[in-house]
């Protein structure tokens, strides 16, 4: 199994600056730097080949014809080809993630046209609002429409989808490479307040022998959800405990979140406010918003100085040994704005004044009721860019890249040779050199396991290879039956989270009945990682995808451009996982004989190999149907309670 391990050296290279000759640029407006990109490449003239331009709609046009199928766009929601539907750009905090919302908590703005026989890619480099119109209004167009003009329009030219993803991927830089245990699993909650909790969930999971790497802090473990600092009633001798569950093979990984609490004598705010690095009003004054800290001010990350600073704070937890991170709230999420607030209550007032009919009523919820997030709120604050003063929502999506950049920033200078934990919730293509991403708060919902495996590839095309799912769905109450399949999946995803909100059942693994089972499946992950981590690194170095749909490989097999529920991983395996209730099989389509492996643990499992074509298989519960392609090989290792106690060296290996 040589190259398995391969060595780490290189892969914190942030993407070296090369010529690309296979991608020409386009300029509309004046594009900002986004910091998306590494790579030079060729300058074009006019319009894109291709493509019909509306300079009073500032609307860009493509016709498509009936086999033109369209992948990529990350963080969206529906299926794998994004064709029929419209997707905007424009990083939200919505939690309900359903077929008829347009924006979540990302954008991504690279995708693939391809009608089977040429393809190409665009990526549109705009930071602020983007429209992706996929088919939707008329059904044999796409239209890309940027609220404000100043865009990067890159074409990518290539033979085939992969050869594409490859050339983006020199253009926009190498993946983030999180540490080996991050492969591990974590367990997560909106809940755990004290180290007493935390003990028990490590406690609880050592008792049953299930592996564990990591358990996440949300944010309770702060004092009054200040970013920077620690409860100390909550957790005393924080840096002994983090020792203690270091002992346990236990890794904390603490969120930090965007806005920073008004509190006088709170260094952080003390600090930002006299060297100036909050974003700031039209008056110069800074903004005020509230989210869980109460009142805070946003750090304006896209200023260097700012950033710098920043992402220095988050020593005074890795000092306290901590080597990981989670980002959180940084679209950025706003409860409401103090400016925005005052003007609802005279609203509010005035309809009080008046006499409301039945539409005066619905205009009164509307007021009320959109006060989060309010598209108005991001007109309100400004950043210094570059030198530039830019209104926010010119810039909205960098916010929660240049957040993140600003932790990885920090960590690189601390020390270039250790690699820290971290993923981010808002993201923007670019970013992926910077960390991994979660989806956010998705649901505990069938459909919803479906989408964490829609998404991944999109999500992979954009370089981001360490990303995965909340596991057993973020809000509502979850099932056992939909937990277990939703493992059976994310045993699959680098980056393998159980995480509930506040107030919703318990989904800690030992909370349900068939402990062995989930057991089985943790253990069936630990047993896969040499072979999760060396695809996923391979991936890494040739910017290629860890994550594949069916088609990328076979794409002179017709119906896998419809395979819209099974997935390659890696160089070896196709999975087909089980995401409806109540089902005890599936169909699967195989586009080449392949070998199914029927795990019901890493140690017990059997073979068969079967013909290319349609298939019911059956797949019980506790089972994870793993199907190797002709001439590949599955390592596996032993599993072991942390990842770094497995011996990458000691394998079994099965052959088709
Ligand atoms: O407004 O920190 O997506 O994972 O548990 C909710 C509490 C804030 C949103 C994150 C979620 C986290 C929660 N946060």
Same mark, same amino acid.
């Given at each position: 199994?040589?190259?398995?391990?391969?060595?780490?050296?290189?892969?914190?290279?942030?993407?070296?600056?090369?010529?690309?000759?296979?991608?020409?640029?386009?300029?509309?407006?004046?594009?900002?730097?986004?910091?998306?990109?590494?790579?030079?490449?060729?300058?074009?003239? !006019?319009?894109?080949?291709?493509?019909?331009?509306?300079?009073?709609?500032?609307?860009?046009?493509?016709?498509?014809? $009936?086999?033109?199928?369209?992948?990529?766009?990350?963080?969206?929601?529906?299926?794998?080809?994004?064709?029929?539907?419209?997707?905007?750009?424009?990083?939200?905090?919505?939690?309900?993630?359903?077929?008829?919302?347009?924006?979540?908590?990302?954008?991504?703005?690279?995708?693939?046209?391809?009608?089977?026989?040429?393809?190409?890619?665009?990526?549109?480099?705009?930071?602020?609002?983007?429209?992706?119109?996929?088919?939707?209004?008329?059904?044999?167009?796409?239209?890309?429409?940027?609220?404000?003009?100043?865009?990067?329009?890159?074409?990518?030219?290539?033979?085939?989808?992969?050869?594409?993803?490859?050339?983006?991927?020199?253009?926009?830089?190498?993946?983030?490479?999180?540490?080996?245990?991050?492969?591990?699993?974590?367990?997560?909650?909106?809940?755990?307040?004290?180290?007493?909790?935390?003990?028990?969930?490590?406690?609880?999971?050592?008792?049953?022998?299930?592996?564990?790497?990591?358990?996440?802090?949300?944010?309770?473990?702060?004092?009054?959800?200040?970013?920077?600092?620690?409860?100390?009633?909550?957790?005393?001798?924080?840096? %002994?405990?983090?020792?203690?569950?270091?002992?346990? !093979? /236990?890794?904390?990984?603490?969120? /930090?979140?965007?806005?920073?609490?008004?509190?006088?004598?709170?260094?952080?705010?003390?600090?930002?406010?006299?060297?100036?690095?909050?974003?700031?009003?039209?008056?110069?004054?800074?903004?005020?918003?509230?989210?869980?800290?109460?009142?805070?001010?946003?750090?304006?990350?896209?200023?260097?100085?700012?950033?710098?600073?920043?992402?220095?704070?988050?020593?005074?937890?890795?000092?306290?040994?901590?080597? !990981?991170?989670?980002?959180?709230?940084?679209?950025?999420?706003?409860?409401?704005?103090?400016?925005?607030?005052? =003007?609802?209550?005279?609203?509010?007032?005035?309809?009080?004044?008046?006499?409301?009919?039945?539409?005066?009523?619905?205009?009164?919820?509307?007021?009320?009721?959109?006060?989060?997030?309010?598209? =108005?709120?991001?007109?309100?604050?400004?950043?210094?860019?570059?030198?530039?003063?830019?209104?926010?929502?010119?810039?909205?999506?960098?916010?929660?890249?240049?957040?993140?950049?600003?932790?990885?920033?920090?960590?690189?200078?601390?020390?270039?040779?250790?690699?820290?934990?971290?993923?981010?919730?808002?993201?923007?293509?670019?970013?992926?050199?910077?960390?991994?991403?979660?989806?956010?708060?998705?649901?505990?919902?069938?459909?919803?396991?479906?989408?964490?495996?829609?998404?991944?590839?999109?999500?992979?095309?954009?370089?981001?290879?360490?990303?995965?799912?909340?596991?057993?769905?973020?809000?509502? %109450?979850?099932?056992?039956?939909?937990?277990?399949?939703?493992?059976?999946?994310?045993?699959?995803?680098?980056?393998?989270?159980?995480?509930?909100?506040?107030?919703?059942?318990?989904?800690?693994?030992?909370?349900?009945?068939?402990?062995?089972?989930?057991?089985?499946?943790?253990?069936?992950?630990?047993?896969?990682?040499?072979?999760?981590?060396?695809?996923?690194?391979?991936?890494?170095?040739?910017? !290629?995808?860890?994550?594949?749909?069916?088609?990328?490989?076979?794409?002179?097999?017709?119906?896998?451009?419809?395979?819209?529920?099974?997935?390659?991983?890696?160089?070896?395996?196709?999975?087909?996982?089980?995401? $409806?209730?109540?089902?005890?099989?599936?169909?699967?389509?195989?586009?080449?004989?392949?070998?199914?492996?029927?795990?019901?643990?890493?140690?017990?499992?059997?073979?068969?190999?079967?013909?290319?074509?349609?298939?019911?298989?059956?797949?019980?519960?506790?089972?994870?149907?793993?199907?190797?392609?002709?001439?590949?090989?599955?390592?596996?290792?032993?599993?072991?309670?942390?990842?770094?106690?497995?011996?990458?060296?000691?394998?079994?290996?099965?052959?088709?």
């Amino acid at each position: 199994m040589q190259g398995l391990t391969p060595a780490l050296e290189n892969l914190t290279v942030k993407g070296k600056s090369m010529k690309i000759d296979n991608i020409v640029k386009y300029e509309f407006g004046e594009p900002y730097d986004t910091g998306a990109v590494v790579s030079e490449t060729k300058r074009g003239t !006019g319009i894109p080949e291709g493509f019909r331009y509306d300079a009073d709609a500032q609307t860009l046009y493509y016709g498509l014809n $009936e086999k033109d199928m369209i992948f990529g766009l990350g963080e969206t929601v529906r299926g794998i080809n994004k064709r029929g539907w419209i997707y905007v750009s424009n990083n939200s905090d919505d939690p309900a993630h359903d077929d008829n919302k347009t924006s979540l908590y990302a954008s991504q703005n690279f995708l693939i046209l391809d009608d089977g026989k040429s393809c190409f890619g665009i990526f549109i480099d705009n930071p602020g609002s983007v429209t992706f119109d996929i088919g939707y209004s008329d059904t044999n167009v796409m239209s890309i429409h940027p609220e404000y003009n100043d865009t990067t329009f890159y074409l990518i030219n290539g033979n085939s989808p992969l050869e594409i993803v490859r050339s983006f991927r020199v253009l926009t830089g190498k993946s983030y490479v999180p540490p080996v245990w991050a492969f591990g699993y974590g367990q997560s909650r909106w809940g755990y307040k004290t180290a007493d909790d935390i003990r028990e969930v490590a406690a609880s999971y050592k008792e049953l022998g299930i592996p564990l790497d990591m358990i996440y802090m949300d944010i309770d473990y702060m004092q009054d959800f200040k970013d920077f600092t620690v409860n100390p009633d909550r957790f005393p001798d924080f840096e %002994n405990f983090v020792k203690e569950m270091k002992e346990e !093979g /236990i890794h904390l990984v603490p969120i /930090i979140d965007a806005g920073v609490k008004i509190e006088d004598g709170y260094d952080v705010y003390e600090e930002g406010k006299s060297k100036g690095y909050f974003c700031k009003k039209e008056d110069g004054t800074d903004l005020v918003a509230a989210v869980w800290p109460g009142k805070v001010h946003f750090p304006d990350f896209l200023n260097e100085e700012a950033r710098k600073w920043f992402g220095d704070k988050y020593r005074c937890l890795t000092d306290a040994g901590i080597e !990981g991170f989670w980002n959180d709230m940084n679209e950025p999420a706003i409860f409401y704005t103090e400016d925005h607030l005052k =003007e609802v209550f005279s609203q509010v007032k005035e309809f009080e004044n008046k006499e409301m009919d039945i539409w005066g009523f619905f205009d009164f919820k509307d007021v009320v009721g959109s006060i989060a997030n309010n598209p =108005e709120d991001y007109r309100r604050f400004w950043h210094d860019f570059n030198g530039r003063k830019v209104r926010h929502d010119r810039v909205h999506n960098l916010y929660g890249f240049y957040m993140t950049r600003s932790a990885s920033e920090a960590f690189e200078r601390m020390d270039p040779d250790k690699k820290i934990l971290m993923f981010s919730r808002a993201s923007y293509t670019g970013m992926h050199r910077y960390g991994g991403v979660w989806t956010g708060d998705n649901t505990s919902r069938w459909s919803h396991l479906l989408l964490n495996l829609q998404m991944m590839p999109a999500l992979n095309m954009n370089g981001f290879l360490f990303s995965g799912a909340d596991i057993g769905g973020f809000g509502g %109450n979850t099932t056992e039956d939909l937990m277990m399949r939703w493992i059976a999946f994310g045993i699959f995803t680098p980056l393998f989270r159980n995480h509930s909100a506040l107030g919703t059942r318990d989904q800690e693994l030992y909370r349900f009945e068939r402990k062995e089972d989930f057991k089985n499946l943790i253990e069936l992950r630990y047993a896969l990682i040499p072979y999760i981590y060396s695809e996923f690194v391979k991936a890494v170095n040739d910017n !290629g995808m860890y994550m594949k749909p069916l088609y990328f490989e076979y794409r002179n097999d017709e119906r896998c451009r419809e395979v819209e529920d099974q997935l390659l991983v890696g160089d070896s395996i196709m999975i087909a996982p089980v995401y $409806e209730q109540n089902k005890t099989g599936r169909y699967v389509y195989l586009p080449e004989d392949m070998k199914l492996v029927r795990f019901r643990s890493y140690n017990d499992y059997d073979t068969e190999v079967l013909e290319k074509g349609d298939h019911y298989i059956k797949v019980g519960l506790n089972e994870v149907p793993v199907f190797i392609r002709p001439g590949k090989e599955l390592p596996l290792g032993k599993p072991a309670r942390q990842v770094d106690k497995i011996d990458m060296n000691d394998l079994e290996i099965i052959r088709f």
